[in-house]
């Protein structure tokens, strides 16, 4: 099975609204964490959010949240009043262990294409 | 700013060159891990390094790719003899234990 599977190749939204970004993940690591990364067109990977696997809470930074279902295994980014800056590719990406180490696996992306 | 440093930014080859890219890591992490892109796709796994060690290598080609992170001094991905399907973005990202991944700004690699 995939390890983080992004179902949206491409979303649009209209500027000021709110977008919801869909992110599945399967592991079988009790300890495990999941991340958001923008990458706008001009190419640099900029790191968005984080949620640990054991936070009652979901992970929230200024207009970005992250609805964390676990029992369903899905980590959806939420972002509200949407910017025509926010227009770019988001990866979905998940931490698990492997032995003493981390893995980091990443989904195959959304292009979000904000209108004005 | 201790961010993570990625040089040359666009490297051009020629066939049957060398390419040699450079990572070093946000200050005070001990993790690299190297990634590939080719256009519209997503980030491809290569290796993960700690110090003088390879970790994971499962997403290295066998023939002509090799990593290394001395003990001192950046962390080196090496390709021989490039061919046109090397042609990439290569990002390097390092993070302490447990801890986002924190992306340099990649190596364009272009092979004429």
């Known amino acids: 099975a995939q390890k983080i599977t992004q179902t949206q190749p491409g979303m649009f939204v209209q500027e000021k609204e709110a977008v919801t970004l869909d992110c599945t993940y399967d592991t079988s690591d009790p300890s495990y964490g999941l991340f958001w990364y923008k990458q706008p067109s001009s190419g640099e990977m900029i790191f968005l959010i984080y949620q640990g696997s054991y936070d009652q809470q979901n992970a929230t930074e200024g207009r970005y949240s992250l609805n964390f279902q676990k029992a369903r295994k899905s980590a959806n980014l939420v972002i509200s009043a949407s910017q025509l800056g926010d227009s770019a590719m988001y990866f979905c990406a998940m931490r698990e262990k492997t032995g003493n180490f981390n893995k980091f696996y990443f989904g195959s992306g959304t292009k979000l294409n904000v209108k004005p | 700013n201790a961010g993570v440093m990625q040089n040359p930014r666009h490297l051009v080859r020629r066939r049957g060159q060398e390419a040699r890219l450079r990572c070093s890591p946000m200050k005070g992490h001990s993790h690299v891990y190297w990634y590939r892109q080719l256009p519209e796709e997503g980030l491809k796994f290569m290796v993960y390094l700690q110090k003088e060690n390879i970790i994971d290598e499962s997403g290295m080609p066998k023939e002509r790719f090799s990593a290394e992170f001395p003990k001192e001094g950046p962390s080196i991905l090496r390709i021989q003899q490039v061919v046109r399907g090397d042609s990439a973005a290569y990002f390097c990202?390092?993070?302490?234990?447990?801890?986002?991944?924190?992306f340099g700004n990649g190596t364009r690699l272009t092979v004429t």
């Open positions: 990202a390092s993070s302490q234990q447990g801890g986002p991944l924190h």
